[in-house]
């Protein structure tokens, strides 16, 4: 399977525990993106990769979260003190160079009791 | 601010029938427009891209239009099928607007009964 795949599927933790979630993207892909979904909305912007850098941050991302792409390859993405209100499907998406297409993993969701 | 309306929110007609979904965007400056389908609990899958000078786009039975002037898309669907019950997402790229240029509309649920 050539397309993008995240790890885990689903994860279930108690508020206040550390998550952390992985993407691998497609390989010749140089873009790597995360965004948060919740229920009946579409995907919301949470930061971007190119290569190895971390280009934008969404003001979303509070300093809870953190992601990374160390080698250009696969990205993590850490939820650190995990509140309720970050329950979501959280996605990864690759693509070459805008203006080309994204392709989208399948999604961590993330269930915070 | 960059905004994408899509209509209606939610949808249910009989297989085999057609349906046309909408999307209001305001984009600017205005690079592409993309329509995406998500399967429940999947992640978002490309159905078509459009850029301002394109009015129309097929992609089997998905037929995509543009019109640019107006900032309107539609997606219609032929003869639907039960795999085709998804939401469908309209999504504005901004020219120049990076990663965050992308602006997502909250989807039209779809559901095709037997």
């Known amino acids: 399977d050539t397309g993008v795949s995240q790890d885990p599927r689903h994860k279930i933790t108690k508020r206040g525990q550390n998550v952390t979630f992985r993407c691998d993207p497609i390989?010749?892909?140089?873009?790597l993106y995360w965004y948060r979904q919740t229920l009946g909305q579409g995907p919301e912007f949470l930061t971007y990769f190119q290569n190895e850098a971390q280009l934008e941050k969404s003001r979303l991302l509070s300093d809870r979260f953190s992601a990374e792409r160390p080698k250009g390859s696969f990205s993590t993405l850490e939820i650190q003190r995990t509140e309720q209100g970050d329950s979501a499907m959280y996605l990864c998406?690759?693509?070459?160079?805008?203006?080309?297409?994204?392709?989208f993993g399948p999604g961590t969701r993330l269930t915070v009791l | 601010k960059n905004q994408v309306e899509q209509s209606p929110q939610s949808l249910i007609i009989l297989e085999g029938k057609n349906c046309t979904l909408q999307?209001?965007?305001?984009?600017?400056?205005?690079?592409?427009l993309r329509w995406y389908k998500q399967d429940t609990g999947r992640g978002p899958v490309s159905l078509t891209i459009?850029?301002?000078?394109?009015n129309t786009k097929s992609n089997g039975r998905y037929t995509a239009t543009l019109d640019a002037d107006t900032k309107q898309s539609s997606l219609h669907i032929t003869a639907s099928q039960l795999s085709d019950s998804a939401s469908y997402i309209c999504?504005?790229?901004?020219?120049?607007?990076?990663?965050?240029?992308?602006?997502f509309g909250k989807g039209t649920h779809l559901i095709i009964q037997p």
């Open positions: 998406a690759s693509s070459l160079s805008n203006p080309a297409p994204q392709y």
């Open positions: 999504v504005g790229l901004q020219s120049g607007g990076g990663a965050d240029g992308l602006t």
């Open positions: 390989s010749e892909h140089n873009r």
């Open positions: 999307c209001n965007y305001t984009v600017s400056p205005f690079s592409n």
């Open positions: 459009m850029t301002f000078s394109e």
